[in-house]
Nanobody, 124 residues
Framework: QVQLVESGGGLVQAGGSLRLSCAASGRTFSDYAVGWFRQAPGKERDFVATISWGGSNTYYADSVKGRFTISGDNAKNTVYLEMNSLKPEDTAVYYC?????????????????WGQGTQVTVSS
């Protein structure tokens, strides 16, 4: 069984930075892709970024391109989301998710495993 555990959320002022971590366990992930999603109160869960497990391919939502960076550490079975120049509209619960197959998939329905989420709050 695959388990994903997010960490690194918190409260930050606009313009600040945070780094989220997604630690994976339960199997090898060489043929998986990992995605980050976020959900603000009263809104749908939205795609943020995705990476192939080897880490060579990445894809971002337009709203975060140039500000967020997704990366992976295979030795630690961990994927990171570095978030810079944060804005109040980035406030949400952030989730990581994994799917067997190629990266670049934006749909929440295409991901098989999900973490519990970590809260990110950006104050103005």
């Amino acid at each position: 069984q695959v388990q994903l555990v997010e960490s690194g959320g918190g409260l930050v002022q606009a313009g600040g930075s945070l780094r989220l971590s997604c630690a994976a366990s339960g199997r090898t992930f060489s043929d998986y892709a990992v995605g980050w999603f976020r959900q603000a109160p009263g809104k749908e869960r939205d795609f943020v970024a995705t990476i192939s497990w080897g880490g060579s391919n990445t894809y971002y939502a337009d709203s975060v391109k140039g500000r967020f960076t997704i990366s992976g550490d295979n030795a630690k079975n961990t994927v990171y989301l570095e978030m810079n120049s944060l804005k109040p509209e980035d406030t949400a619960v952030y989730y990581c998710a994994a799917r067997k197959g190629p990266y670049g998939i934006r749909s929440v329905y295409s991901y098989d495993y999900w973490g519990q989420g970590t809260q990110v709050t950006v104050s103005s």
